[in-house]
């Protein structure tokens, strides 16, 4: 139960391996029954894998993204779209949500095929794609999971979800969208909640953001740049690499006229941020 929507976007490691068109595939690849936490009845998880797979050679996206996501996250989603643009589900017809039985093995499989129906739908279409409701579908449950993984301290398994997430909303939007580059800064950002101890983990990031912007324009996202220098000088520092050229940046923005100097942290700039595409 696959589908697809051709792309020409860039995709840093997988289009300088296969030079191609390619085509972003969702499926759902397995589902368990969680037990869930002490205060939780149990409940079905379903596996979404999201890739980007070369239209020319038949070659599988080498680094897809799997994320879990459980009925009532595809029932917002389906709500949240059907409440914005009812013309384009009026033919999509979403499980409803039963008092029992919903772990029988039939009723998953009936699920699994509704839910990759909408998913088609959805990457067939820019406008569900582009919606605050696909945005939080494709993003919400990670971020959720992350923060309380930050707020607990354990740094290393919150840059792990958060890489997960930009990975998989890097293969359904463009590259400099709101939304992939506020995901790219939030894994930054992971160095310095850390107090510097991921800063080696996080240097390649850092330095793809800093690519990445090269080219922004949007305002709002330009908010996010400066936390970004700071964040990456001190990742610099902790590594021992030369941050003349970051400095260098900061001063000439500093000379533009541009507030550099006690600006909030880059996590706190991200979160501030209102993520639309």
Known sequence: MLFFIALSLSKEVFIQLYPYITMLKFEIVSSRISTGSENEKKFVAYMLQVRQDSTESNVSDPDPANVERRYTHFLDLYNGLKKDFPALLVNISFPRKMMVGNFDPSLISTRCAAFESLLELIAGESRLRDSQAAIAFFQDAEL???????????????????????????????????????????????????????????????????????????????????????????????LGRDKSKLVQELNDLRKRGMKVDSVPSLMEAVDSLQTVI
Request: net charge neutral.
């Open 144 to 238: 959720a999971d992350a923060r309380r993984l930050i707020n607990e301290g354990q740094f290393d398994q919150a840059l792990f979800i958060l890489e997960t997430s930009f990975r998989l909303l890097n293969k359904v939007y463009t590259d400099r969208s709101r939304a992939v580059l506020s995901a790219l800064c939030r894994v930054v950002a992971c160095a310095g909640v850390s107090g510097g101890t991921l800063a080696g983990p996080v240097e390649r990031w850092a330095q793809l953001a800093l690519k990445r912007y090269e080219a922004v324009s949007d305002s709002d996202l330009l908010l996010i740049y400066i936390p970004l220098l700071h964040t990456c000088i001190s990742i610099w520092e902790t």
